[in-house]
């Protein structure tokens, strides 16, 4: 039987979700305590993959369990997970979906702070910047949906059959005090560290040290820049996820009362 499990994770101590040999993972702290939990061993396959340090407030994974399920999966798996990990639903799904080849939508958040907090350092990234242009920022960001091919904000684009994001909306809100920022962006696909990259240039024109035209060009001649210059990970959530036949609400309030923050359209 298969089954779909609704989680959230804090990142900043995990070197991604995706099982990598030497470092810990997301999947493979789950994989080890579902194993031990149902006593056999158990592959799970994600919706996707976050980078070291990057969060997620909505996330899914699948598994497929063939023993009988007499007892409180959801409850002894919270128990035995870190608090940096949290599990929220486990549904049992009708044939044979697939969390990650089915998302028909993924949603990201990356959040700014401007001045330093020691509360936020974990969940926002810090930049030192007094008089970040919030308008021209705005502008650039309107220009992502009116453009589907992303070849020049990823790493490594020829790893890919192709480099065409389909991406549905873009925002950039400010938070009433005017010195935290958040940057959402909606997509069928990402591509790798694509919205780091974005975010990177997003700032160098909020800096002014980068203009919409030079901004717009990258997507219009599809020449990757120079310098890539990624925004740091710890700011960025991978905030929903939606399916044809599954469309849920984040669980975590965090992401719209952070802090007790109102966030406002540029």
Known sequence: MRYFFHIAYQGQHFSGWQRQ??????????????SKILKTPITIFGCGRTDAQVHASQFFFHADIHSDIDFDLLYILNKALPSTIAIFDIIKMDGLPHARFDAVQRKYDYFVHTYKDPFLNSQSSYYHEQNLDVHKMKEVVNLLP??????????????????????????????????????????????????????????????????????????????????????????????????????????TEFLSAKQGADWFSV
């Open 21 to 34: 040999p030497n470092v810990k993972s997301v999947q493979e702290v789950i994989e080890q305590t579902l």
């Open 146 to 251: 009116k453009y589907k091919d992303y070849k020049a904000f990823c790493t490594h684009p020829d790893k890919y059959e192709h480099t065409i994001c389909n991406v549905m909306e873009a925002d950039l809100l400010i938070d009433k005090n005017g010195d935290r920022i958040r940057f959402y962006i909606a997509s069928n696909r990402f591509l790798g560290k694509m919205i780091r990259i974005l975010m990177g240039k997003i700032l160098l024109v909020g800096k002014g040290e980068l203009s919409k035209d030079e901004f717009e060009s990258y997507l219009i001649n599809l020449q990757t820049p120079k310098l890539l210059l990624p925004a740091h990970p710890t700011g960025l959530y991978l905030s929903k996820v939606t399916y044809p036949y599954l469309d849920l609400k984040p669980r």
